[in-house]
């Protein structure tokens, strides 16, 4: 097989509200299933908060490190929305009015101060580029960086709309299947397959539900035919560890 | 007043499941609020995949700017749970056998191929202590790194042993208010009062909820009169723009 184009991605999560456990983060679930459609795999995911020197750290740190940084929050009108700038802190350029998030933010009219408050949403680093949003002002890229809200619904129409405009390689498919077998039960044969398929990777992960322990054994990888003979075998395994194959899933 | 004594903590959860999009992660946010009422502050997150080089890396990097660092996944008896293995080289030392955590292995019997792979449970880095589980083997410390489960359940139940154990300051404590106001309308007031109170963090938060769209102002720190002169200014600014305070919280 030749060698396989992976394009890989980081997610940082920019918010206070996010590290006191006020608001629960769904952005990082909806992106990394999302950008694998893609074909982009998000290899590591960091949260931070809204303060300048950890932003610009984490942001250095990541873009030279993964092909993509997709980044959720902080690009609204107030005080503690910040993104921006420490964006344009961290590529070492100004911040700038773009002409198409200022008129789009003019068509709806208001009082100078409050639309004064709300031109902060049309600064973006010199030199970058927008991010398309039916629901309000653009986000923006700038290099491999893209700039999106933290309002779930506006970051999915955002990274929605990056649809066909990012370079990506092939989506990772997987295949899974449940058994109601204890980890420790299955442990040394699955990792038996697990070396067999060296190219794939292969998850477990026990629950407990009605009352009964089980495992869900998940195989995720972008060979096809590798994923069909993969599952067999741990169907095959599951059957001679006197369990029963359940809930089989392709994705 | 007196310079404050601030305790922080990083979260390291490890597991392709979170990246993948998979599994929603949830220990984030209960460990960030239950921490606080140990008087720790979460101050970042990371999510790294199961890979050796990557959860040292994070470690490594944590654990030297941070208090303290809970990690939650990836100590259950299969091939891919590798964070026993990953925290002993992050500290340069062995993995040894705990002999409490063997003994309550040993209780629930299997055959030996089982009860060998339940023994990587077993496993902490040496000179290690052990996190109460009642639901199963014990979860282990070293230093200043705090091992858990990434099964929520498990992982509430680890953490929850742990009160009493760690050295915290004052919880942040909060305030909160809703107006159905847009961000802009509020942005430049919020900004004056946010000035005023520098020691008290001032998130503003949108929603549209009903066809309305609102904003949700959060007051966090830990002085209690500054939180409550703050709030009652906030509450003014919501009344002298034209909007009415409403599900106003304290936490």
Redesign the interface.
């Known amino acids: 097989m030749p060698e396989e184009t992976i394009v890989t991605a980081a997610v940082l999560v920019i918010?206070?509200?996010?590290?006191?456990?006020?608001?629960?983060?769904?952005n990082?679930?909806?992106?990394?299933?999302k950008l694998?459609e893609y074909g982009i795999r998000?290899?590591?995911?960091?949260?931070?908060?809204?303060v300048q020197a950890?932003i610009v750290a984490a942001l250095n740190a990541l873009r030279s490190r993964f092909d993509y940084v997709f980044t959720t929050g902080g690009i609204?009108?107030?005080?503690?929305d910040i993104t921006a700038e420490c964006v344009a802190a961290a590529f070492g350029v100004d911040l700038v009015i773009s002409e198409p998030i200022a008129e789009i933010i003019r068509r709806r009219p208001?009082p100078p101060?409050?639309?004064?408050?709300?031109m902060?949403m049309a600064r973006i680093p010199r030199g970058g580029g927008l991010i398309d949003n039916p629901l309000g002002p653009p986000g923006f890229f700038i290099d491999n960086v893209y700039v999106m809200a933290g309002?779930p619904?506006v970051m999915q129409q955002m990274v929605d709309s990056l649809q066909g405009k990012l370079r990506g390689g092939r989506p990772?498919r997987?295949r899974s299947v449940t058994a109601f077998l204890?980890?420790?039960?299955?442990?040394?044969r699955?990792?038996q397959i697990?070396e067999r398929f060296a190219h794939i990777?292969?998850?477990?992960?026990?629950?407990?539900r009605d009352g009964r322990y089980g495992t869900t054994l998940?195989m995720?990888g972008t060979d096809e035919a590798g994923l069909d003979a993969m599952l067999e075998q741990v169907k095959r395994m599951i059957v001679e560890l006197g369990g029963e194959p359940v809930d089989v899933q392709s994705g």
């Open positions: 918010g206070n509200e996010i590290l006191s456990g006020r608001t629960q983060d769904t990082l679930a909806y992106l990394a299933r694998n998000v290899r590591e995911a960091r949260v931070v908060p809204d950890e609204g009108p107030t005080h503690d208001a101060e409050v639309m004064e408050s709300r902060r309002i619904r990772v997987s204890a980890e420790s039960q299955i442990a040394r699955l990792g697990q990777d292969l998850g477990s992960y026990p629950f407990h998940v995720r």
